[in-house]
C-alpha cells in the first residue's frame, strides 16, 4: 500500500488542515508521500519532510500552480496517481474543489468527509447533515478520499523525508485567478480553534455583531463564526458561515448566540467538546444539544459574560 | 446558447430523517421530496441568464427514478425550457451521475453547465468537479457571482479564506453556493405551463453509461448523542461551570 496526501499549502508553511489529513492518512498503513505544488513552495515541502511518518515529499513547482487551481493541479496529481493506492486531501474548499477531479479521471468513486478509517477499504463518513453515519467499502482500485480535518489528531513532527523535485505538468490554460479576497483576521483560523464564538440572526446587526462577540472572542483568544442567516444578513463574511454546507468545527467550547439550532447548524458544530447556547426562546433547538443554556437577551448577557471573564 | 442544469431529487431540507432500525438506510417511506436547494439556486441562475438575454435555452437534467418527472416539472415552473430525466431505480453514485451528465452534455452541446454544489442527502459534493473533469472542463465550484460575456464566466467563489474570482473559457461547470442568488416561487400559471413543456425520458444503456456502485453502504447507524445539558442562572454560574465542572476555561 502506498499513499499520496496532497498538501493545502500557502507556499512557506502547510495549512493545518494538512497536517490532520496525514493524521489520517497514517491510519491507512503503508508508505506516506505528500505532493507538495506550487509557483514557490520549498519551504511548505520542506515542512511537510518533517512530519513523522511522511518517507518522501514530491515537489513540483511552475508559476501555473501559483493559484492551486484544480484543473492543472488535477493533471499533476493525475501524472503521479499510478504508484498510489489511496489519494487523499483535505476536505476544504481546496481539496472538495479537487479530488473529484482527480476521481473521475481514474473511473473511480470519490469518498467524501472521512470521519473513521475502519480498513483500507473501509471509511465512516456522515450523510444527512450528520444525522446518519454510512460505512462504506470501496471495490475500486485507487481510493480517492477527502477527510475531515476535525475528525483526526494532526499528525506529530519528526520526521526527515526526502524532497524530490518532480516535473510540472503544462499550463492547460483553461482557467485563471484574477482576484482574491482573503479575510484577514489576527483570530485563531476557525475550522482549527480551541474556543468558537458564533453570532446568529439574533444579533440584529453586522455593528451589533462585532460591537459584542470582538470583546468576548479577544478574551477567550477564540475563532469567530456565524450561522448562514448572519451571513446572509452581511452581519459577518461568508467564510464565518458554520454548518453543513460551511465550515465544520470541533472546538474544545463552542458558544451560540442568539442561533436557532437549525439541524444545518447543527451539523457543522455538535462535534464541539462543550456547547453553550445563549437565546432569548427557552424552546429554540440549540438547547438540545447545548451542555449549558443560558435563557435571556444576548444584548444584557453577552456584556456581562465578556465582563466575567476578567 | 445553451444551458445545462443539473437538479436532484432529495429528501426536503426540513425534514429530520431517521436511521432505519436494521442498520440498511434512512427511513424514506412518507417523507417530503424536494428539489435539492443548491439545485433550486443552480436553476434560478439558468434562468435568470435566459432573462438577460445570454442563455437561448435552459435544460434542466434529472437522474433518477420516475418520481424526478416531479422535479423536472418543478425546474420548469421556474423557468427551464424542457427538461431531460435519465431514468434509473439503481443506486446512482457521484461518478455514475456525472458520466450520465457527461453523455447529455455531449449530446446537447452546452456553453455552461450549473449544478448545486452538494446534495444534502448524500452531501457528497464531487458530481460537478466531476463532470467538468470527464468533459476536460473548466470548473468553478462554491459560485457567489457568475457573469458571462466575451467567451468566458467569470465567476467568484467562496473559499475557506474569502472569496476568489476565476476567469473560465467556455464550455466550463459551475456549482453554485448558497449565496448565488434567492430562487424564486413558482407562480401557479407557470406551474400549469410547466406541464405542457417537453419531457424526454432516456435510461442509462441509452446513453451507453455503465451506472454499477462502486462503494457499497455495509451500514447506517445514528450518530452517538449527546447527553442532556442543564440550564444555568445567569452569566457568573455558566463561567464556574466553565471553569470548574467543563474544565475549558482556565
Ligand atoms: C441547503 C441549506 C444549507 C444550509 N446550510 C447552513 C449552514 O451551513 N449553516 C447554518 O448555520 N445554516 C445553514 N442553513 C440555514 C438553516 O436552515 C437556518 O436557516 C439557519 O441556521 C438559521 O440561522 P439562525 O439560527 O441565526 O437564525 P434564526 O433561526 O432566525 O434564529 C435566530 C435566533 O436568535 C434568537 N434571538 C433573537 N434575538 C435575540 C436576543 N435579543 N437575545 C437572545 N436570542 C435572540 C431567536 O430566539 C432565535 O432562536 C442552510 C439551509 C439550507 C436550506
Ligand atoms: N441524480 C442526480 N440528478 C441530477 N443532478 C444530480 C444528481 N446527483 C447530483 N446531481 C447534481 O450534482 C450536484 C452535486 O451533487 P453531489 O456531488 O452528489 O453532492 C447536485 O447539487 C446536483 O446539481
Given at each position: 500500500m502506498s499513499v499520496l496526501v496532497v498538501a493545502e499549502h500557502d507556499g512557506a508553511s502547510l495549512k493545518s488542515a494538512t497536517l490532520n489529513t496525514l493524521g489520517a492518512a497514517?491510519?491507512?498503513?503503508g508508505e506516506l508521500h505528500v505532493l507538495v505544488a506550487g509557483a514557490s513552495c520549498g519551504a511548505a515541502a520542506a515542512a511537510a519532510g518533517q512530519v513523522?511518518?511522511?518517507s518522501k515529499v514530491l515537489q513540483a513547482e511552475a508559476a501555473h500552480y501559483a493559484d492551486q487551481g484544480a484543473e492543472n493541479l488535477a493533471a499533476l496529481v493525475l501524472a503521479q496517481a499510478?504508484?498510489?493506492?489511496h489519494i487523499v486531501l483535505p476536505a476544504t474548499s481546496f481539496g472538495k474543489n479537487l479530488a473529484p477531479r482527480v476521481a473521475a479521471r481514474l473511473d473511480v468513486a470519490q469518498i467524501s468527509?472521512?470521519?473513521?478509517?475502519?480498513?483500507a477499504d473501509t471509511f465512516v463518513r456522515p450523510i444527512y447533515a450528520g444525522n446518519a453515519l454510512a460505512t462504506v467499502k470501496s471495490g475500486d482500485a485507487v481510493k480517492v478520499i477527502t477527510v475531515r480535518t476535525t475528525a483526526f489528531e494532526v499528525a506529530g513532527q519528526g520526521g526527515t523525508a526526502a524532497i524530490a523535485a518532480i516535473a510540472p505538468g503544462p499550463d492547460l490554460g483553461l482557467s485563471r485567478c484574477v482576484g482574491r479576497e482573503l479575510t484577514k483576521s489576527a483570530r485563531p483560523e476557525l475550522a482549527a480553534a480551541k474556543i468558537v464564538v458564533s453570532g446568529g440572526r439574533g444579533m440584529g446587526s453586522a455593528e451589533n455583531y462585532s460591537r459584542l462577540l470582538d470583546p468576548l472572542a479577544d478574551k477567550l483568544n477564540a475563532a469567530l463564526g456565524a450561522s448562514r442567516a448572519a451571513v446572509d444578513a452581511g452581519y459577518a463574511p461568508n467564510d464565518y458561515q458554520v454548518g453543513q454546507t460551511g465550515k465544520i468545527v470541533a472546538p474544545q467550547l463552542y458558544l451560540a448566540i442568539g442561533i436557532s439550532g437549525a439541524i444545518q447548524h447543527l451539523a457543522g458544530m455538535k462535534d464541539a467538546k462543550v456547547i453553550v447556547a445563549v437565546n432569548k426562546d427557552p424552546d429554540a433547538p440549540i438547547f438540545q444539544v447545548a451542555d449549558y443554556g443560558l435563557v435571556g437577551d444576548l444584548f444584557e448577557l453577552v456584556p456581562q459574560l465578556a465582563a466575567e471573564l476578567g | 446558447m445553451r444551458v445545462l442544469v443539473a437538479v436532484k431529487r432529495v429528501v426536503d431540507y426540513n425534514v429530520k430523517v431517521r436511521v432505519k432500525a436494521d442498520g440498511t438506510g434512512v427511513d424514506l417511506a412518507n417523507v417530503k421530496m424536494s428539489m435539492n436547494p443548491f439545485d433550486e439556486i443552480a436553476c434560478e441562475e439558468a434562468v435568470r441568464l435566459k432573462e438577460a438575454g445570454i442563455a437561448t435555452e435552459v435544460v434542466a437534467v434529472c437522474c433518477g427514478a420516475a418520481a424526478c418527472q416531479e422535479t423536472l416539472r418543478s425546474a420548469m415552473a421556474m423557468g427551464a425550457d424542457r427538461g431531460v430525466l435519465v431514468e434509473s431505480d439503481a443506486d446512482l453514485q457521484p461518478l455514475a451521475v456525472a458520466k450520465l451528465l457527461q453523455a447529455v452534455a455531449n449530446k446537447e452541446a452546452p456553453q455552461l453547465v450549473l449544478l448545486g454544489k452538494?446534495?444534502?442527502?448524500?452531501?457528497?459534493?464531487q458530481v460537478g468537479q466531476m463532470l467538468a473533469s470527464l468533459m476536460g472542463w473548466p470548473q468553478a465550484t462554491f459560485a457567489s457571482k457568475v457573469v458571462l460575456g466575451g467567451g468566458v464566466a467569470t465567476v467568484t467563489r467562496e473559499i475557506d479564506g474569502g472569496l476568489e474570482t476565476l476567469e473560465l473559457k467556455l464550455p466550463a461547470v459551475v456549482t453554485s453556493d448558497l449565496r448565488l442568488n434567492e430562487p424564486r416561487y413558482a407562480t401557479l400559471p407557470n406551474i400549469m405551463k410547466a406541464k405542457k413543456k417537453p419531457l424526454g425520458i432516456l435510461k442509462p444503456s441509452d446513453l451507453g453509461?455503465?451506472?454499477?456502485?462502486?462503494?457499497?453502504?455495509l451500514t447506517v447507524a445514528e450518530p452517538p448523542r449527546r447527553a442532556a445539558g442543564v440550564r444555568v442562572p445567569d452569566v457568573k454560574q455558566l463561567v464556574d461551570k466553565l471553569r470548574n465542572e467543563a474544565k475549558v476555561l482556565p
Amino acid at each position: 500500500m502506498s499513499v499520496l496526501v496532497v498538501a493545502e499549502h500557502d507556499g512557506a508553511s502547510l495549512k493545518s488542515a494538512t497536517l490532520n489529513t496525514l493524521g489520517a492518512a497514517a491510519r491507512l498503513g503503508g508508505e506516506l508521500h505528500v505532493l507538495v505544488a506550487g509557483a514557490s513552495c520549498g519551504a511548505a515541502a520542506a515542512a511537510a519532510g518533517q512530519v513523522a511518518g511522511v518517507s518522501k515529499v514530491l515537489q513540483a513547482e511552475a508559476a501555473h500552480y501559483a493559484d492551486q487551481g484544480a484543473e492543472n493541479l488535477a493533471a499533476l496529481v493525475l501524472a503521479q496517481a499510478g504508484a498510489y493506492t489511496h489519494i487523499v486531501l483535505p476536505a476544504t474548499s481546496f481539496g472538495k474543489n479537487l479530488a473529484p477531479r482527480v476521481a473521475a479521471r481514474l473511473d473511480v468513486a470519490q469518498i467524501s468527509d472521512i470521519v473513521s478509517v475502519l480498513a483500507a477499504d473501509t471509511f465512516v463518513r456522515p450523510i444527512y447533515a450528520g444525522n446518519a453515519l454510512a460505512t462504506v467499502k470501496s471495490g475500486d482500485a485507487v481510493k480517492v478520499i477527502t477527510v475531515r480535518t476535525t475528525a483526526f489528531e494532526v499528525a506529530g513532527q519528526g520526521g526527515t523525508a526526502a524532497i524530490a523535485a518532480i516535473a510540472p505538468g503544462p499550463d492547460l490554460g483553461l482557467s485563471r485567478c484574477v482576484g482574491r479576497e482573503l479575510t484577514k483576521s489576527a483570530r485563531p483560523e476557525l475550522a482549527a480553534a480551541k474556543i468558537v464564538v458564533s453570532g446568529g440572526r439574533g444579533m440584529g446587526s453586522a455593528e451589533n455583531y462585532s460591537r459584542l462577540l470582538d470583546p468576548l472572542a479577544d478574551k477567550l483568544n477564540a475563532a469567530l463564526g456565524a450561522s448562514r442567516a448572519a451571513v446572509d444578513a452581511g452581519y459577518a463574511p461568508n467564510d464565518y458561515q458554520v454548518g453543513q454546507t460551511g465550515k465544520i468545527v470541533a472546538p474544545q467550547l463552542y458558544l451560540a448566540i442568539g442561533i436557532s439550532g437549525a439541524i444545518q447548524h447543527l451539523a457543522g458544530m455538535k462535534d464541539a467538546k462543550v456547547i453553550v447556547a445563549v437565546n432569548k426562546d427557552p424552546d429554540a433547538p440549540i438547547f438540545q444539544v447545548a451542555d449549558y443554556g443560558l435563557v435571556g437577551d444576548l444584548f444584557e448577557l453577552v456584556p456581562q459574560l465578556a465582563a466575567e471573564l476578567g | 446558447m445553451r444551458v445545462l442544469v443539473a437538479v436532484k431529487r432529495v429528501v426536503d431540507y426540513n425534514v429530520k430523517v431517521r436511521v432505519k432500525a436494521d442498520g440498511t438506510g434512512v427511513d424514506l417511506a412518507n417523507v417530503k421530496m424536494s428539489m435539492n436547494p443548491f439545485d433550486e439556486i443552480a436553476c434560478e441562475e439558468a434562468v435568470r441568464l435566459k432573462e438577460a438575454g445570454i442563455a437561448t435555452e435552459v435544460v434542466a437534467v434529472c437522474c433518477g427514478a420516475a418520481a424526478c418527472q416531479e422535479t423536472l416539472r418543478s425546474a420548469m415552473a421556474m423557468g427551464a425550457d424542457r427538461g431531460v430525466l435519465v431514468e434509473s431505480d439503481a443506486d446512482l453514485q457521484p461518478l455514475a451521475v456525472a458520466k450520465l451528465l457527461q453523455a447529455v452534455a455531449n449530446k446537447e452541446a452546452p456553453q455552461l453547465v450549473l449544478l448545486g454544489k452538494q446534495a444534502i442527502d448524500d452531501d457528497s459534493n464531487q458530481v460537478g468537479q466531476m463532470l467538468a473533469s470527464l468533459m476536460g472542463w473548466p470548473q468553478a465550484t462554491f459560485a457567489s457571482k457568475v457573469v458571462l460575456g466575451g467567451g468566458v464566466a467569470t465567476v467568484t467563489r467562496e473559499i475557506d479564506g474569502g472569496l476568489e474570482t476565476l476567469e473560465l473559457k467556455l464550455p466550463a461547470v459551475v456549482t453554485s453556493d448558497l449565496r448565488l442568488n434567492e430562487p424564486r416561487y413558482a407562480t401557479l400559471p407557470n406551474i400549469m405551463k410547466a406541464k405542457k413543456k417537453p419531457l424526454g425520458i432516456l435510461k442509462p444503456s441509452d446513453l451507453g453509461v455503465d451506472v454499477s456502485p462502486r462503494l457499497a453502504t455495509l451500514t447506517v447507524a445514528e450518530p452517538p448523542r449527546r447527553a442532556a445539558g442543564v440550564r444555568v442562572p445567569d452569566v457568573k454560574q455558566l463561567v464556574d461551570k466553565l471553569r470548574n465542572e467543563a474544565k475549558v476555561l482556565p
